[in-house]
């Protein structure tokens, strides 16, 4: 065991001392909140296998302790619940580092969080976050997380002329809102809050048809990232029940969600329905997607189709992360296609075309733009036709080791 001690500008690893030893066995470290059972999934699988039972199992007694302290102790610090709340989210935050299986990170002295690279992580050097943190080091610890609040509400200050005004959080299942801008029978602008929070799955929003200028979303990439399990441990500390994952747009293998044939597919048409029906005619559904997958490809499209929507044009991006330890030296997705629409009309668009390079995800994604340029106006068999353009391509090929001679 190796304790990390940071202060004057200086970061030193040594082993514990006696005293620090004697601290971490303080009697007053005794956790008492159960976190409710891990459930089995396609994410979770690899946690039940290495023998964890409870949320609560993945932290140490320490860091189960510290938390549950702060969580008490943040009420009494503000009579303004909004500042509460903030306090709050910062200590709940800092449960993404759960200690068992918080890692090193072997490039930067630096430990990461449990569901790094959208995996929970196994490694042989786990790092028990210091839960309040300090002013100097330290990832994802709760003070960190307030100076980055404190920084964001300073931005919105400077950037904005007056307190914003919001609203929610709503579930998805409340009733319809009147649109956000406009002006009422006198031509004064509509007293109406700047932004409306709302919970539960975009199948059903609450805005009224036609008012919206802008849909811009970032929907999940198929069945690569497993958001609901991998946010498990944040809502069990938070105290949330599990959401009904019934909306849920990511095939999920373990569970068998959305694995019927063409239940991705109808799931992602009735939300990007419901999307075209807040656009006015002239409005755009913007979004970026990734996937090595021709199938989840052809069933994006397939869906925008049948949604009512025509393309504008797509552009290519690099993905933000694509020096994550996860993607490095591994043949994962390094470029976004960002997808521009407009609901099926008889106003004119121009259209517009991506750059690109000459590199195998190019010219893969390539072969995608080309389909999804054609949106609201695909033949009845262009399925068919992309998966056999795309079949030949070097990116989706399997990944061929080198072999030992
Ligand atoms: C790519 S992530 C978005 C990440 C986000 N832009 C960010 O920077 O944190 C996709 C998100 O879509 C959510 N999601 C999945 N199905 C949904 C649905 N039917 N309605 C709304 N959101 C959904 C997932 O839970 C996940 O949080």
Request: net charge negative; with cysteine.
């Amino acid at each position: 065991m190796l304790v990390e001690r940071a202060g004057d500008g200086r970061r030193e690893l040594a082993t514990p001392t006696a005293g620090e030893l004697k601290a971490a066995e303080a009697a007053h470290m005794q956790p008492r909140r159960s976190l409710g059972d891990i459930p089995i999934g396609q994410e979770t699988s690899v946690l039940l296998r290495h023998g964890f039972r409870q949320w609560e199992d993945l932290y140490p007694r320490r860091q189960r302790s510290m938390v549950e302290r702060l969580l008490e102790l943040a009420p009494a610090c503000s009579t303004d619940a909004g500042v509460v709340a903030a306090l709050r989210s910062a200590i709940l935050g800092s449960t993404e580092m759960a200690g068992h299986l918080s890692r090193w990170d072997r490039y930067y002295l630096k430990s990461y969080e449990s569901m790094a690279g959208h995996r929970f992580n196994f490694t042989t050097l786990p790092v028990e976050p210091n839960v309040w943190g300090t002013t100097t080091s330290g990832r994802g610890t709760t003070l960190r997380r307030l100076v980055q609040f404190v920084k964001a509400a300073e931005w919105l200050r400077t950037n904005t002329d007056r307190q914003l005004s919001v609203e929610g959080p709503v579930p998805s299942t409340a009733a319809l809102v009147p649109a956000l801008l406009g002006q009422n029978i006198d031509g004064d602008p509509l007293e109406r809050p700047d932004a409306v929070v709302v919970v539960g799955s975009s199948q059903r929003q609450l805005l009224p048809t036609g008012s919206v200028d802008l849909v811009l979303t970032d929907p999940p990439y198929h069945d690569d990232v497993q958001y609901g399990e991998l946010s498990r441990p944040l809502q069990a500390w938070a105290g949330l029940t599990p959401p009904d994952s019934s909306g849920d747009a990511v095939v999920n293998r373990a569970t068998g969600q959305l694995v019927a044939d063409g239940s991705y597919t109808a799931l992602l048409t009735s939300i990007f329905r419901e999307s075209a029906r807040l656009l006015r005619d002239d409005g755009h559904l913007i979004f970026s997607y990734a996937n090595r997958d021709p199938q989840a490809w052809a069933n994006v499209i397939d869906a925008l189709q049948g949604a009512g929507l025509r393309a504008v044009g797509c552009a290519v991006v690099h993905s933000e992360n694509e020096t994550d330890h996860a993607k490095r030296n591994v043949r994962a997705c390094t470029l976004d296609l960002l997808l521009d629409l407009v609901p099926v009309s008889n106003l004119a668009v121009e259209k517009f075309q991506p750059k690109l390079g000459d590199s195998d995800e190019e010219e893969f994604l390539g072969i995608v733009a080309e389909y999804v340029l054609a949106i609201g106006a695909l033949s009845t068999d262009w399925r068919h036709e992309f998966l056999e353009s795309v079949s030949t391509v070097n990116f989706i090929r399997p990944l061929r080791r080198p072999r030992n001679t």
